[in-house]
Nanobody, 125 residues
Framework: QVQLVESGGGSVQAGGSLRLSCVAS????????MGWFRQAPGKERGGVAA???????HYADFVKGRFTISQDNAKNTLYLQMNSLKPEDTAMYYC???????????????????WGQGTQVTVSS
């Protein structure tokens, strides 16, 4: 059974940083995609960043240069380093995983097979 558990959310002031973590268990696929998504109240869930098993990364335009996605395969952990946070980054952040190395045009689509419960990020001005 695949389980994704996020942590690292919290409240910060604009300009601050946070690092989100997602520990994956029961997910032992050689080829995969993992991503971070976010959903603010009243808005649809959207892609933030994604990474594939062969190391390709993809970012939403609104986080390029500020967020970095990475993975530690030895720890089965996915990370999202978030710098220069803005109030509009406030949302619930979700980790997701899929059993395929997605093409670039689908990496940020919220159609992944497995999802975590989310971790709240709040950025105040």
């Amino acid at each position: 059974q695949v389980q994704l558990v996020e942590s690292g959310g919290g409240s910060v002031q604009a300009g601050g940083s946070l690092r989100l973590s997602c520990v994956a268990s029961g997910f032992t696929y050689v080829r995969y995609s993992m991503g971070w998504f976010r959903q603010a109240p009243g808005k649809e869930r959207g892609g933030v960043a994604a990474i594939t098993s062969d190391g390709n990364t993809h970012y939403a335009d609104f986080v390029k240069g500020r967020f970095t996605i990475s993975q530690d395969n030895a720890k089965n952990t996915l990370y999202l380093q978030m710098n220069s946070l803005k109030p509009e980054d406030t949302a619930m952040y979700y980790c997701a995983a899929d059993t395929a190395s997605r093409s670039w045009w689908s990496r940020l689509h919220p159609t992944y097979a497995y999802w975590g419960q989310g971790t709240q990020v709040t950025v105040s001005s």
